[in-house]
């Protein structure tokens, strides 16, 4: 159940707002004062949507809802959609003239900020939950962290390659389920879905999960390439595009070259999804927008953590009905106070993990280790389970206007035969936007 509100604007018609309210699954409208509102809406939740009507200022927790009032046109933003492609997630909101804002309260400012205020906010908002354990170094910091204050958490050992194991004959039945659920489906979404639904099956029960951990604390060979000092070239070459830009891995790689002398943008590179090239050959949205409140610092570990942390922090926490995952590293509040303490207390030796490693050496290795990465699970579900859905979208996605036909079609048959850096986790990218614009009828906005 969704929530809505609408602050009427002089001589709005109220009849007109109640039933574009009510047209959306939010239940019945009440009005207090000059706002109207449907549903209950959560005092802890972690962002809204916005968007100026004729009638007034209407606001949600699902995008869905907003369109499904009538009140907001079905267009899309060719830069946000761009940067869906770039990132694997809705960074800005895909649909143009909504905006998306946060309503958690504002975090109190103070004259600095230590890791034991970290620490300490991370353990006030997971304290007495179910923590969700596997082997990642966000989840043994998390229980090492709540270990080292003398609490002994409740564990569900669950990891992302067990919970596909366990759904693996129903997972085309959950896909279904979960676009229906999601309100932006995204890769990352849908393994936090798998996650969720074999969650309630099997222990009932609300958990935390370490969601943006290892991102937020810069952890991981990614985070040590991109810190790496590219060497000094005395004579600068123009930017070489690669020879054939559906080619992922050649795309990428003189992407990478070429931005080698502007660091902010060759971790972008190093990070996206598909890199420039490629994602102009798939489909012609434009140039994406740089998200907002993206950091131009030159610090290049904070950089590299903020581009890592988008798709966490964007990302639509997707759960069955009834149950909640919480995910503290992504709450802002806690977000704010880890990138006010100073880069060397944070990320130690970029790649290290930082506090991470401090906080997870206190937890016991244990012997559920993950043998696959996420872009294999993607591969395998891509070329299985999920086949005739990705294909289907894929097809779909080649008689649409704004994707090109041919390119959607070369990366398909490349996914096929393993080549040229084509993944199941881009497949599935480019499918579950197609099929986002389709699901929700959505048109380039009219351009000029």
């Known amino acids: 159940m969704s929530w809505l509100s609408l602050e009427l604007a002089p001589n709005a018609d109220?009849?007109?707002g109640r039933a574009a309210l009510?047209?959306?699954d939010a239940g019945p409208a009440g009005r207090v004062g000059a706002v109207l509102s449907a549903g209950t809406v959560p005092i802890d939740g972690e962002r809204t949507y916005v968007a100026s009507t004729p009638l007034g200022t209407l606001r949600s927790d699902r995008v869905r809802s907003l369109l499904a009032t009538g009140l907001v046109p079905r267009r899309f933003s060719g830069s946000a959609a761009s940067a869906y492609l770039w990132a694997g997630s809705a960074l800005e909101s895909i649909v143009a003239g909504v905006r998306r804002e946060s309503i958690l309260p504002s975090v109190v400012r103070s004259a600095s900020v230590s890791l034991s205020d970290v620490e300490d906010a991370i353990r006030a908002a997971v304290s007495g939950k179910v923590v969700r354990y596997d082997r990642t170094l966000g989840a043994r910091a998390l229980v090492g962290l709540l270990r080292a204050h003398d609490e002994a958490p409740t564990l569900i050992q669950l990891s992302c390659e067990t919970a596909f194991a366990d759904a693996a004959q129903e997972l085309p039945e959950i896909f279904d389920a979960y676009l229906l659920h999601a309100d932006v489906p995204t890769v990352s979404g849908f393994e936090s879905f798998v996650i969720a639904t074999v969650a309630q099956r099997l222990f009932h029960v609300e958990?935390?999960?370490a969601t943006g951990a290892e991102a937020l604390f810069g952890f991981g060979e990614a985070a040590?390439?991109?810190?790496?000092r590219s060497r000094p070239r005395l004579l600068r070459r123009r930017f070489r595009p690669a020879a054939d830009s559906l080619d992922v891995d050649g795309s990428r790689a003189a992407e990478i070259a070429g931005l080698a002398g502007a660091p902010i943008h060759r971790v972008s590179s190093i990070l996206a999804v598909l890199p420039t090239q490629t994602r102009d050959a798939v489909a012609h949205?434009?140039?994406?927008d740089v998200p907002s409140g993206l950091s131009r610092d030159a610090h290049v570990a904070s950089v590299w953590s903020e581009i890592a942390s988008l798709d966490d922090a964007a990302g639509e926490r997707s759960s069955?009905?009834?149950l909640r995952v919480l995910c503290p590293f992504v709450r802002r509040d806690i977000r704010e106070l880890a990138h006010r303490l100073p880069p060397s207390v944070r990320f130690g030796r970029l790649g290290s993990g930082g506090p991470l490693a401090r906080w997870a050496a206190t937890d016991p290795v244990r012997s559920d280790v993950s043998t696959t990465s996420s872009d294999?699970?993607?591969?395998?579900?891509?070329?299985?389970?999920?086949?005739?859905?990705?294909?289907?979208?894929?097809?779909?996605?080649a008689q649409s206007p704004v994707f090109h036909a041919e390119g959607v079609t070369t990366a398909l048959a490349r996914f096929r035969a393993g080549t040229h850096g084509w993944t199941g986790r881009r497949i599935a990218t480019i499918a579950l936007l197609a099929g986002y614009l389709e699901r929700e009828r959505l048109e380039p906005e009219p351009s000029g």
């Open 207 to 209: 958990f935390v999960a």
């Open 320 to 322: 069955p009905a009834g």
């Open 22 to 24: 009510e047209a959306s």
């Open 376 to 397: 294999e699970r993607w591969d395998a579900a891509c070329r299985g389970a999920l086949r005739s859905r990705i294909e289907a979208a894929m097809g779909a996605a």
């Open 14 to 16: 109220e009849r007109r």
């Open 285 to 288: 949205f434009g140039p994406r």
């Open 224 to 228: 040590r390439l991109a810190g790496r």
